[in-house]
């Protein structure tokens, strides 16, 4: 796969897509946006791949939100290409089924926010900063901010952090539960790797089932969420994997799950 502004790298069942714009804190213009999209995708494919990672290059951002200079002389129906665009991708990474982990490595601004809110955890280094700073520019955010975040850390919240248009440290996120984790700038990605590679080990169609059942519940009537979670739960019990896991547990020895 040729891109012009991700770096893309496969190793032990863990794909690393990382922004790489730096001279522009990583900003998304859209050629970014569909880069992201087109390796989401690769990565949906590909059945070596087990767990997903999204960093930022260099140490001082993360994505530093959607690419400004691109939102000069615009007219609403161009940007609206843009946004869907952005939508699109994070939302085909949120539901492909397999789990993802955003590294944030500095500056996680409007977009930034929004493309690791898609992502299924969010490890931090103790540097990084976030913010939906959209209102100081007179706009909204547009990938998906003014909803992932009021599910993920409430409506109160979500609604200060977008109508003031602040920054918060990665220790004030982790409060908030914006972030899982946090590590000194040095470990973070070596933490992301090791938590992938454990991912990677576990058994994937229930992974993927937990995932289904969280994805889809959430904004479900109760009585129905928990209808797809019967189901999903259900669904496991057609693997080998829960069979081994079963069996390993009733045998006392460690499990060796090869995702079927
Ligand atoms: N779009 C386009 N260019 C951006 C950018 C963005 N979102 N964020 C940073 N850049 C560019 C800057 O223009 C600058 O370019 P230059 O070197 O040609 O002048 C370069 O990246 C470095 O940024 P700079 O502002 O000099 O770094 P800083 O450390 O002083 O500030 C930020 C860092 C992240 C606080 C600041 O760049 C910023 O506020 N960026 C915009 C964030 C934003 O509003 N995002 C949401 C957009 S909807």
Request: charge should be neutral.
């Amino acid at each position: 796969m040729e891109f012009n502004n991700i770096l893309f790298e496969l190793e032990d069942n863990i794909a690393t897509i990382t922004f790489n714009r730096p001279k522009v804190l990583n900003a998304m213009n859209m050629e970014t946006a569909l880069e992201l999209a087109n390796a989401i995708a690769a990565c949906k494919e590909n059945e070596k791949i087990k767990v997903i990672i999204l960093t930022g290059a260099g140490d001082k951002a993360f994505v530093a939100g959607a690419d400004i200079n691109e939102f000069r002389n615009k007219k609403p129906s161009e940007i609206m290409k843009f946004t869907e665009a952005g939508h699109s991708a994070l939302r085909i990474m949120e539901t492909m089924g397999k789990p993802t982990i955003a590294a944030v490595n500095g500056y996680a601004l409007g977009g930034g926010v929004e493309i690791s809110m898609a992502c299924d955890v969010r490890f931090a280094s103790e540097t990084a900063r976030f913010g939906q700073p959209e209102i100081l520019l007179g706009l909204i955010p547009g990938w998906g901010g003014t909803q992932r975040l009021a599910r993920l850390i409430g409506i109160g919240r979500a609604k200060e952090f977008i109508i003031s248009g602040e920054q918060i440290p990665a220790q004030r996120a982790y409060e908030m539960g914006l972030v899982n984790r946090i590590f000194p700038a040095e470990q973070l990605m070596n933490e992301a790797r090791k938590f992938a590679q454990k991912l990677a080990g576990l058994p994937s169609f229930a992974i993927k089932m937990a995932q289904y059942a969280i994805n889809y519940g959430y904004d479900l009537p109760l009585d129905n969420a928990n209808s797809l979670e019967i189901q999903c739960m259900s669904q496991c019990f057609s693997t080998q994997d829960l069979e081994e896991g079963v069996a390993a547990f009733l045998e006392k020895r460690k499990p060796h799950f090869i995702g079927k």
